[in-house]
């Protein structure tokens, strides 16, 4: 079965740094583009960052700075690490891939589904003042 499953969510206090984890099964990450969403509270999604399978990097200008993506192929694990958070940081944050296969798990952000067809379930990142 292809999964995608986020965890290292929680809440921290302005500044705090938190570090985001998404371990992939029934494929690998290697070969694979990799794209981190948030979707705030009533608001649509936001591309985060994104690793592609070349390794080019990309990051929102929101989080340019703060936000550093990362891939470890042996562990088949993506990582988001989260510094100088803030309040404005708070979202549910998605993992996404375009995994083979044809196939495809609930899609969270309509819009970038047309990229990635897995999506993990989600990990809520509170940021309080």
């Known amino acids: 079965e292809v999964q995608l499953v986020e965890s290292g969510g929680g809440s921290v206090q302005a500044g705090g740094s938190l570090r985001l984890s998404c371990t992939a099964s029934?494929?690998?990450?290697?070969?694979?583009?990799v794209g981190w969403y948030r979707q705030a509270p009533g608001n649509e999604c936001e591309t985060a960052s994104t690793i592609s399978s070349d390794g080019s990097i990309y990051y929102a200008d929101s989080v340019k700075g703060r936000f550093t993506i990362s891939q470890d192929n042996a562990k088949n694990t993506v990582y988001l690490q989260m510094n100088s958070l803030r309040p404005e940081d708070t979202a549910v944050y998605y993992c996404?891939?375009?995994?083979?296969?044809?196939?495809?798990?609930?899609?969270?952000?309509?819009?970038?589904?047309?990229?990635?067809?897995?999506w993990g379930q989600g990990t809520q990142v509170t940021v309080s003042s």
């Open positions: 996404a891939a375009d995994a083979p296969g044809g196939g495809s798990s609930v899609v969270p952000c309509p819009r970038a589904g047309a990229w990635y067809n897995y």
């Open positions: 029934g494929f690998t990450f290697d070969d694979s583009d």
